[in-house]
């Protein structure tokens, strides 16, 4: 049970560590983006991380992302893996990744399953080993140890106690791991766009290395890149069949900065970039939407204004409506309710999108 410390509303849909409601981050955003900056300072000191994307006018420009850090002598960026030593860029780079890797078995429970190739032979022949499931066969699923983003109720939180082990992984020695059953390569994270880069770079290896067998690459993703990575990703996953996850959190900037401590807006605009790239592939879907159904502060009205701009582009994208379950600074709320879901569902498809779903129902309440 919290407490806005606004309005003074107290509910089991107000998160404690936020400490402000919807209608007060909607409504009175002034006031509430002190309470904001507050939570999400507490959650990045708690593992040593910049409290906010640093803007060093002497230091050394990072172009990777949405924050465009400038990052001072001996600091590093906000995703944490981009540091400045001695006036140069180190940390990750295009030959080092801050990672781990597992042989995911298909059908998987990825966001994209229910319309990708691995787990429907959407594509087949050309994308997929068969017409149905590819049972037998794997996904190399790659977790990254940062973000780009400070997702307040993160489902992955675990990756920050990662982020600044200097282990590291070659792209090389990344696609070694693609064998005679790996149909698919899954970056995900934490977020791959702090180590797009890295991604592309191991993508093309491993391509080289299937030796023509298919192999679709794919992403996970805030969707927070530079837009000329983006157009990278775009034409690998295109041309290997994969495809690329975007999770649209919120649809109000002020509601999302609360969430995730970073603007949406590149976000978006990247997600209608990358929409332009569906004619030249339209099957197996290139773009996939989701969005956590976080309680008391993602509603019905933040995914029709989703769902809605989403048929405006393409009324073919596919859209998963996740449900939500209590982790990290968002450990108090509840479950996402099935009256929430259903709902929102129900408003995904009025908003004029044919291929939606409740993503993971058995986590409803």
């Known amino acids: 049970m919290g407490t806005c410390r606004l309005c003074s509303t107290t509910s089991a ?17 002034e006031s509430a983006a002190p309470l904001v900056r507050e939570a999400h300072a507490r959650s990045r000191a708690a593992f040593g991380l910049p409290e906010s994307p640093p803007d060093d006018p002497g230091g050394i420009p990072c172009d990777l992302c949405v924050n ?11 995703c944490g893996v981009r540091e400045n030593r001695g006036g140069s860029m180190t940390g990750v780079s295009p030959s080092r990744g801050r990672l781990s890797w597992y042989h995911d078995p298909l059908p998987s429970n990825c966001v994209a399953d229910w319309v990708c190739p691995g787990g429907t032979g959407e594509g087949y022949p050309r994308f997929a080993r068969c017409p149905g499931p590819e049972e037998g066969c794997t996904n190399l699923a790659v977790f990254f140890h940062a973000c780009t983003f400070d997702c307040l109720y993160c489902q992955n939180w675990q990756f920050r106690l990662k982020t600044f082990d200097p282990a590291a992984t070659t792209p090389e020695a990344l696609a070694a791991h693609v064998d005679r059953w790996t149909t698919c390569i899954c970056y995900f994270g934490g977020d791959p766009a702090a180590q797009l880069p890295f991604t592309l770079q191991a993508s093309r290896r491993a ?49 999302h900065v609360a969430l995730t401590g970073i603007t949406n807006r590149r976000t978006l ?66 479950r996402t309710p099935a009256v929430l879901a259903r709902k929102c569902l129900e408003t995904a498809r009025e908003a004029g999108l044919s291929r939606v779903k409740i993503g993971n129902a058995h986590l409803l309440a």
């Open 13 to 29: 849909f107000i998160a404690r560590e936020l400490a402000v409601c919807l209608p007060c981050i909607r409504e009175n955003p």
């Open 68 to 78: 465009g850090c400038r990052i001072p002598e001996n600091g590093i960026g906000y």
């Open 207 to 255: 391509v080289e290395r299937a030796q023509g067998r298919i192999l679709r690459i794919c992403w996970e993703t805030n969707g927070s890149m530079s837009g000329r990575l983006l157009d990278d990703m775009v034409g690998i996953a295109r041309s290997t069949g994969g495809c690329i996850k975007f999770d649209l959190k919120a649809w109000d900037e002020g509601l």
């Open 269 to 334: 605009e990247n997600f209608a970039r990358a929409a332009k790239e569906i004619p030249g592939r339209p099957s197996p879907p290139l773009l996939v939407a989701s969005t956590l159904l976080v309680p008391g502060y993602v509603d019905e009205r933040e995914v029709g204004s989703i769902a809605a701009f989403l048929a405006s582009l393409d009324p073919q994208i596919p859209y998963s409506l996740l449900a939500f379950h209590p982790h990290f600074f968002f450990a108090d709320l509840p």
